[in-house]
């Protein structure tokens, strides 16, 4: 059989076709059914790198809405019924299938998102994966998670994801609902669909139950209809801090659970008693990763004043060895931006930044003719007070400023709205637990920088949102306690 001229319907892409095939038109999955959406409209998604169609993709209204809700409410007595033996047992063969179809997964997930294929094969996928495994081992385990305590599902979830990590956001979320006994309805990012809806087809190989999970794609006017539906007991949401507003005020008009995963605004914080060329890499890492589309990006470097001119010369030198082109060439460090608004918004920083009197240094790469692109940035001479230091940009921008005590950098490091995520580098383990303690952020990582297990719990404080995903504080946010 000659490989190179055969198409594989995705799913069932061996290993080493070298010949994905995407379906034209992607269905709503309802009810264990691919369903067309009941007004008959669909959207193009695209592939960020070339702006060519990948495929259409089905616009939930409000009755599919309707529709997906009431299969959840019907399947969920029946699955938490199941012993959670039983519910792990399914979970688990998700885990499974996604680690088979990983290449695949991989490939669609660097075509429809512009991210680069190392990432997406080497973190995206198999952390997805990772969080299902985690997750089906806790179904059966979550009385001696929280002991005397009775744990029960909250019962239908409404979960609405980002584009920034499609694959990973959505198994960060159906996985411990799952696990818990509840049933879900999601909706991934209008730009990012198509992973999910690669998931639905493992989820339907898989043969949950029918109703268990259903997917659904729309832009942000099908996510307001899932917030207003009267069913859901949960709003389980990733994305801006703008929009998490208003799901938080749909979950107060109809007294509804909620958790909220928004933006950030992180401090990467480099101590001249640092591991230079290791902090290098981690500067690096915590700002290019995924074009910097990355909530807790450590898109703010605060550098002790002794060691800034070496840092900076080096960071530079660092950041034009960064290759920048097609997210499907494993040799690519930084993709495509994920859409042309996010590149206008990113453009808008960059203009921003030079007005406010910061100095601009991009890498000289070359930008491919077609799609979304955005050359590595940093920012020096930046003020605490000056937006491109206060505000999320969401794309390859470093803003860079610095400190000389401890104290000083805490302030400096706590003073934006945000506090998802934070950054130290330093030799002594004393300033790690001082900060580690004075950091108002969900997450610090000390001498490494965006590392990511399902054991670990995920989450921020102030405007980053309320609520733990991962680790058995995740687990407690799918349930209730009698
Ligand atoms: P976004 O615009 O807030 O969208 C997030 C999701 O909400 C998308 O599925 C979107 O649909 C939907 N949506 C839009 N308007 C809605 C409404 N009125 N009601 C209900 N749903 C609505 O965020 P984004 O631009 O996709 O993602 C970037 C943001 O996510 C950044 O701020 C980033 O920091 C944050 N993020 C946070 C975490 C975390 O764990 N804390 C992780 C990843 C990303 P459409 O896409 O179809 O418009
Ligand atoms: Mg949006």
């Not at 991210?115 to 994966?129: C, F, G, M, Q, V």
């Not at 000056?386 to 000389?404: C, H, K, S, W, Y």
Request: glycine share 8%; proline share 5%.
């Amino acid at each position: 059989m000659n490989m190179s001229k055969t198409s594989w319907k995705l799913s069932e892409a061996p290993e080493g076709a070298d010949h994905i095939q995407l379906a034209k038109r992607y269905e709503l999955f309802i009810n264990g059914s691919w369903t067309a959406p009941k007004a008959g409209t669909y959207f193009k998604t695209i592939n960020p790198a070339t702006e060519e169609t990948l495929a259409e993709v089905a616009q939930a209204d409000k009755d599919d809405v309707d529709a997906a809700f009431k299969a959840a409410q019907a399947a969920q007595p029946k699955w938490q019924a199941l012993s959670g033996a039983e519910r792990g047992k399914y979970i688990y063969r998700i885990a499974r299938m996604l680690q088979e179809r990983s290449r695949a997964f991989a490939v669609v997930e660097s075509m429809n998102g512009g991210k680069p294929i190392r990432e997406s094969r080497d973190i995206d996928i198999p952390l997805a994966a990772a969080h299902f495994f985690y997750h089906a081992g806790w179904a059966d385990k979550l009385e001696y998670a929280f002991p005397m305590r009775k744990p029960q599902p909250i019962g239908v979830v409404a979960q609405i994801i980002p584009w920034n990590f499609p694959l990973l956001m959505a198994a960060w979320k159906i996985a411990p609902a799952l696990a818990c006994g509840n049933t879900v309805v999601l909706k991934p990012a209008e730009t990012t669909p198509l992973t999910a809806l690669l998931l639905a087809e493992v989820i339907e190989a898989a043969q949950l139950p029918k109703g268990v999970v259903n997917i659904i794609t729309g832009d942000g006017q099908t996510g307001a209809l899932m917030t207003a539906h009267a069913i859901p007991q949960k709003l389980a949401f990733t994305g801006s801090t703008e929009v998490g507003r208003k799901i938080q005020e749909a979950a107060i008009k109809r007294n509804k659970r909620v958790t909220l995963e928004l933006g950030g605004k992180a401090a990467n914080i480099i101590f001249d008693d640092a591991p230079i060329e290791a902090a290098v890499e981690g500067i690096i890492n915590g700002i290019y990763f995924n074009q910097g589309h990355v909530c807790c990006a450590g898109s703010r470097l605060f550098v002790q004043e002794s060691v800034y001119d070496k840092v900076l010369l080096k960071l530079k030198r660092r950041m034009d060895s960064l290759y920048l082109g097609d997210p499907l060439d494993k040799n690519t460090d930084i993709g495509a931006i994920n859409s042309k608004s996010q590149l206008e918004t990113i453009d808008r920083y960059l203009k921003i930044g030079q007005e406010e009197g910061a100095e601009m240094y991009q890498t000289d790469c070359e930008l491919p003719a077609k799609g979304f692109w955005c050359k590595p940035t940093l920012f020096t001479h930046v003020a605490q007070s000056n937006r491109i230091a206060q505000e999320e940009i969401f794309g390859p921008v470093l803003a860079i400023q610095t400190f000389r005590t401890i104290e000083e950098v805490i302030g400096q490091a706590n003073n934006t709205p945000y506090g998802l995520s934070a950054g130290v580098w330093t030799d002594k383990g004393s300033k790690i637990f001082q900060l580690t303690s004075a950091l108002k952020a969900g997450v610090v990582w000390a001498n490494t920088y965006n590392k990511f297990d399902p054991t670990s719990p995920f989450g921020g404080y102030k405007e980053s949102g309320f609520g733990r995903e991962g680790g058995v504080h995740g687990l407690e946010a799918y349930l209730r306690f009698e």
